[in-house]
């Protein structure tokens, strides 16, 4: 009998983005201006209003030294941990 282990919860890759900043001892501005992109954007990740795309995940490991598919991997994760709780709440009902 197999179980499929699902984790608790999955974090916000924005909560990353934070720890990782701090970690360097950089602000959002620091990481904007690396980046060129507005400040708004990246409060708007770390908060999880706006999504991480392919595109930002390229600008974030070449600012950061990580990989894009870090960031697209955590991304992932997440939209599809937090579609799944939302199909729980929905009660679907299967063809038998």
Aim: hydrophobic fraction near 35%; aromatic fraction near 6%; avoid cysteine.
């Amino acid at each position: 009998m197999s179980q499929k282990l699902a984790p608790a919860r999955v974090p916000i890759p924005g909560k990353i983005l934070s720890r990782e900043l701090e970690a360097r001892g950089w602000t959002q501005k620091d990481l904007a201006e690396i980046m060129g992109r507005p400040i708004q954007t990246i409060n708007e990740i770390i908060w999880g209003s706006k999504q991480i795309t392919p595109e930002m995940a390229i600008e974030l490991s070449q600012a950061l030294g990580t990989s894009p598919e870090f960031w697209t991997n955590l991304e992932a994760k997440y939209r599809l941990y937090i579609a799944g709780k939302e199909k729980k709440e929905e009660n679907l009902t299967r063809k038998s």
